[in-house]
Structure formats: structure tokens, C-alpha cells
């Protein structure tokens, strides 16, 4: 068997992001985090039937003070291995839009403590570059859809997460043993990712020599895009918004 033929089953493991998603949960458990395997939910799939999917993972941190917990961090990871060379690239939100979200949400009404001061949760969305589109980029063409596969199924996953959470305060039988739910989505790549430039025309694009002549590479990012109708009509139905 040659050297290259014996490498295939490593590429084939690579491939599933197995190998990622147990690297990502080894850290996670090492921060302090439970970690909780798959997060599975109910939704149609094109052809309109219900369907199970998931997300890779949801690990959870439980906030304490003293001997009681009164929160619960919820991160909702979704992983995305890809090949080296393969890069992500993104299209920043423009910077005379609003952006009225953060990354992080909070789920409190039905507890009977509160945080007044949420300036803290926005501190990381402070740091981090908000887009509003993602493409992947190989050396000799570009997938328009990865990333928003990624995407789509933590955005699909965050309200029934999000409904799990308000059901458990509303059915906790002492109201000093419900805790505040905040949850985080997380989309996880091997690949690097960057940030297109302000202030560049066609030209600028056919004219680099290189993806940095246009782009700024970032360690995170935010991605920020509104609910479309479908989403929209799954959550009326659902009855978890007015």
C-alpha cells in the first residue's frame, strides 16, 4: 500500500469533524463546561416532513454564588473542518446600519432574580467585526453555501433551545431554584477567517495579488442577519413570539 493510499482514512475521519468537535469539547470540559453531546431538535426538511437534526454540541456553565446557581451559560457549537488552503470570507456589515442583537441572549423573564446591568454582555460584541454574509474560498473556486449551512442550523436550534429553557422556569416548582439562560452560538472552522476591506471598488478586486491585499484576517467574527419568513412562520406557530 503506498504512503498516500495509506492516509485515506485519516482524511475520511478529517472529513466528518469528529476529530474537531472532540478537541472543541476536551477545551470546553477543561474551561469548566458540562458538556452535553448533540443538541437535537424538530424541523421540516425541504420536502416539508419533520425532521430530526442537531448541532454538534451544547456545553453548559452553570454560574454560581456560594452554594446556588443562578445561571446558565448554553453554548451551541456547530463544527466545520476544512482542508488547509481552504479559507472563509466575509462581508462586513456596513457601518451606518444598526445592529440592535448581540451574540449573547438572556432569558430571565420568568426568574425571580435579575441582571440589571447587561453592559458586560456586550463587551464581546465590542471586539469582534459584525458581517452579514460568509462564502468559502478554495484556490480555484469558492462554495456559496458551507458557511450558511453552518449558520442556518444553529439558527434553527437557538429558539427551541431558547423554549426549552423558559419551559424548565416555568415548570421549576420553587422560584428560587430557577436560574437566568443565556445562550451563544458558535460556528467552528479550521479555516482562517477574513474580513473584506471598506472603502474597495471592482478595480481594487482584480487588481490583488493576494486575499490580504482585501481582506483582514480576524480570529472571530460575528455573523448578524434578520430572521427570514421561514423561520419567522416556525416561530409563530410555536408560538415563541407575539
Not at 476536551?26 to 430530526?52: A, C, H, P, Y
Amino acid at each position: 500500500m503506498s504512503s498516500k493510499g495509506s492516509n485515506k482514512w485519516k482524511d475520511a475521519l478529517l472529513k466528518t469533524s469528529l476529530p474537531l468537535e472532540h478537541i472543541v469539547a476536551e477545551r470546553l470540559g477543561k474551561k469548566g463546561f458540562d458538556i452535553w453531546g448533540e443538541f437535537s431538535f424538530i424541523r421540516e426538511n425541504e420536502q416539508g416532513v419533520e425532521t430530526e437534526f442537531s448541532v454538534d454540541l451544547r456545553a453548559v456553565d452553570f454560574i454560581r454564588k456560594g452554594k446556588i446557581h443562578w445561571a446558565g451559560l448554553n453554548l451551541l457549537i456547530e463544527c466545520k473542518y476544512n482542508y488547509p488552503g481552504v479559507r472563509w470570507v466575509f462581508a462586513p456589515h456596513p457601518e451606518s446600519a444598526t445592529v440592535i442583537t448581540g451574540v449573547i441572549s438572556k432569558f430571565q423573564d420568568l426568574c425571580i432574580r435579575r441582571v440589571a446591568d447587561t453592559s458586560a454582555l456586550y463587551k464581546l460584541d465590542n471586539d469582534l467585526d459584525f458581517c452579514v454574509k460568509g462564502i468559502e474560498l478554495h484556490e480555484s473556486d469558492a462554495n456559496t453555501q458551507s458557511v450558511s449551512r453552518g449558520l442556518h442550523q444553529l439558527r434553527w436550534a437557538l429558539p427551541q433551545l431558547a423554549a426549552e429553557i423558559i419551559r424548565d422556569q416555568a415548570t421549576t416548582l420553587h422560584d428560587e431554584d430557577s436560574y437566568i439562560g443565556y445562550i451563544c452560538p458558535i460556528l467552528v472552522t479550521t479555516a482562517p477567517l477574513y474580513v473584506l476591506r471598506t472603502g474597495l471598488n471592482i478595480n481594487k478586486f482584480q487588481k490583488a495579488s493576494d486575499l490580504k491585499d482585501i481582506a483582514e484576517n480576524v480570529d472571530a467574527l460575528i455573523v448578524y442577519k434578520e430572521r427570514g419568513p421561514q423561520l419567522n412562520a416556525y416561530l409563530m406557530g410555536a408560538a415563541l413570539i407575539g
